[in-house]
């Protein structure tokens, strides 16, 4: 109704868009249109994107890199940019930051830390304009959005190619639509090359992972295995609520009802909310699983005491972030192959293939299957769960 009222409205419209990816029914195309659409609007009502650049054109000089957004704080998305910053390549790039965030926190200090004073700019308040000559003026080559169609972006920025080349990466699971942003980083794991969704970018597949993890300096210890002190295995997932649809409801409910005593730990800031944690409730009700099996639980107050969580409670569930932190703290991750492929792209440099399941009925390799036979198998868990955390070497170092 408020894009009926305000077409040009940029939250409403972009939050519908981040909306699209989250529901099953919706077929990729469609939801690449929506994109396109949104791209081909907002794209006239910033302005004429700029043809020419002031760049030196030299070739013995260090490339400028610049990455815009507005998550350099303790959010996801510092997690993956860290080791891009901290290992970079100093005589072959020279990085400039364009910081969008009102919030700034010991994470941004660190990132502030990595470069020259000149070179980090917080451009929170700016016009599309004024950011766009700022990063013209510091003849950036190539310039990285960080955020997609999530909060506080900058896409009106990069509308306006304010750098020669532009590509998109980490914050969006999806294209922008926007024609002026040439290339998208991903690898053959999360968009493989048969893949039938469609982008406004030109996709870069990299070889291996395309992120790379970098943890919180204070992590907990991987604690022994729950479910031996407590006489039952808990499922968890600390997804956003947004992606636990009504399909995905029904297939953890199946995998409750074939693993008899067991939980299910969810954690999410909604959760804050009474009316949030009813309907939840409910939702699991209709298959027949009773509140008594739900753990539902909203914020954690520091970084430590949310990685602390999974030594109480969880093992398996799939996402991005999350996924690596599990990885981390010995918990096993499950990612079902319907569902978006971050999480498959994340297990399967670890070496735990195993765990990338069909969604499907309870056969071999389905989710249900490896979820129940994990949950039948303690011993040779409590095994697995201490050593897991040393296989995240494998993508937590640059």
Same mark, same amino acid.
């Given at each position: 109704?408020?894009?009926?009222?305000?077409?040009?409205?940029?939250?409403?419209?972009?939050?519908?868009?981040?909306?699209?990816?989250?529901?099953?029914?919706?077929?990729?195309?469609l939801v690449f249109e929506a994109h396109a659409a949104w791209a081909d609007r907002f794209a006239r009502e910033v302005g004429v994107p700029f043809t020419t650049w002031p760049n030196?054109?030299?070739?013995?000089?260090?490339?400028?890199?610049?990455?815009?957004?507005?998550?350099?704080?303790?959010?996801?998305?510092?997690?993956?940019?860290?080791?891009?910053?901290?290992?970079?390549?100093?005589?072959?790039?020279?990085?400039?930051?364009?910081?969008?965030?009102?919030?700034?926190?010991?994470?941004?200090?660190?990132?502030?830390?990595?470069?020259?004073?000149?070179?980090?700019?917080?451009?929170?308040?700016?016009?599309?304009?004024q950011v766009a000559d700022l990063i013209r003026a510091d003849q950036v080559d190539i310039l990285i959005e960080l955020a997609g169609h999530t909060a506080n972006n900058r896409l009106?920025?990069?509308?306006?190619?304010?750098?020669?080349?532009?590509?998109?990466?980490?914050?969006?699971?999806?294209?922008?639509?926007?024609?002026?942003?040439?290339?998208?980083?991903?690898?053959?794991?999360?968009?493989?090359?048969?893949?039938?969704?469609?982008?406004?970018?030109?996709?870069?597949?990299?070889?291996?992972?395309?992120?790379?993890?970098?943890?919180?300096?204070?992590?907990?210890?991987?604690?022994?295995?729950?479910?031996?002190?407590?006489?039952?295995?808990?499922?968890?997932?600390?997804?956003?609520?947004?992606?636990?649809?009504?399909?995905?409801?029904?297939?953890?409910?199946?995998?409750?009802?074939?693993?008899?005593?067991?939980?299910?730990?969810?954690?999410?800031?909604?959760?804050?909310?009474?009316?949030?944690?009813?309907?939840?409730?409910?939702?699991?009700?209709?298959?027949?699983?009773?509140?008594?099996?739900?753990?539902?639980?909203?914020?954690?107050?520091?970084?430590?005491?949310?990685?602390?969580?999974?030594?109480?409670?969880?093992?398996?569930?799939?996402?991005?972030?999350?996924?690596?932190?599990?990885?981390?703290?010995?918990?096993?991750? &499950? /990612? $079902?192959?319907?569902?978006? !492929? =971050?999480?498959?792209?994340?297990?399967?440099?670890?070496? #735990?293939?195993?765990? *990338?399941?069909?969604?499907?009925?309870?056969?071999?390799?389905?989710?249900?299957?490896?979820?129940?036979? &994990? /949950? $039948?198998?303690?011993?040779? !868990? =409590?095994?697995?769960?201490?050593?897991?955390?040393?296989? #995240?070497?494998?993508? *937590?170092?640059?």
């Open positions: 109704r408020c894009i009926e009222l305000s077409p040009s409205s940029k939250n409403p419209s972009q939050n519908r868009l981040l909306a699209l990816n989250y529901l099953s029914t919706v077929s990729p195309r030196l054109k030299v070739t013995n000089r260090p490339l400028r890199i610049g990455y815009i957004g507005p998550d350099f704080f303790h959010h996801s998305v510092s997690f993956f940019l860290h080791a891009l910053l901290e290992h970079r390549n100093k005589d072959l790039f020279e990085v400039f930051i364009y910081s969008n965030s009102a919030r700034e926190d010991e994470k941004t200090e660190l990132f502030k830390g990595m470069l020259p004073a000149d070179h980090w700019n917080k451009v929170l308040g700016q016009t599309s304009q009106d920025v990069i509308a306006l190619k304010p750098a020669p080349v532009q590509f998109t990466y980490i914050g969006y699971n999806n294209s922008t639509g926007l024609g002026s942003i040439d290339y998208r980083i991903v690898d053959e794991v999360v968009d493989p090359l048969d893949t039938e969704q469609p982008f406004s970018e030109e996709l870069v597949r990299i070889p291996g992972c395309f992120l790379c993890y970098t943890p919180p300096l204070k992590i907990p210890d991987v604690a022994p295995l729950p479910a031996n002190r407590q006489g039952f295995v808990t499922f968890g997932s600390f997804s956003c609520l947004a992606k636990v649809g009504d399909p995905c409801v029904a297939l953890w409910a199946r995998v409750l009802h074939e693993v008899p005593g067991s939980r299910l730990l969810v954690k999410n800031k909604g959760f804050y909310s009474t009316d949030v944690q009813a309907t939840f409730f409910n939702k699991f009700k209709e298959h027949g699983i009773a509140e008594h099996r739900l753990k539902l639980m909203s914020l954690a107050t520091t970084s430590f005491d949310h990685l602390n969580i999974y030594n109480e409670d969880t093992f398996p569930y799939s996402n991005t972030t999350t996924t690596c932190e599990a990885l981390l703290m010995g918990v096993k991750s &499950l /990612a $079902g192959k319907k569902s978006t !492929l =971050l999480g498959m792209m994340l297990l399967v440099p670890v070496a #735990v293939d195993e765990y *990338v399941a069909k969604v499907g009925t309870l056969v071999q390799g389905s989710f249900d299957y490896v979820a129940v036979r &994990l /949950a $039948g198998d303690l011993r040779n !868990l =409590l095994v697995e769960i201490m050593t897991a955390a040393e296989h #995240v070497v494998v993508f *937590v170092k640059a």
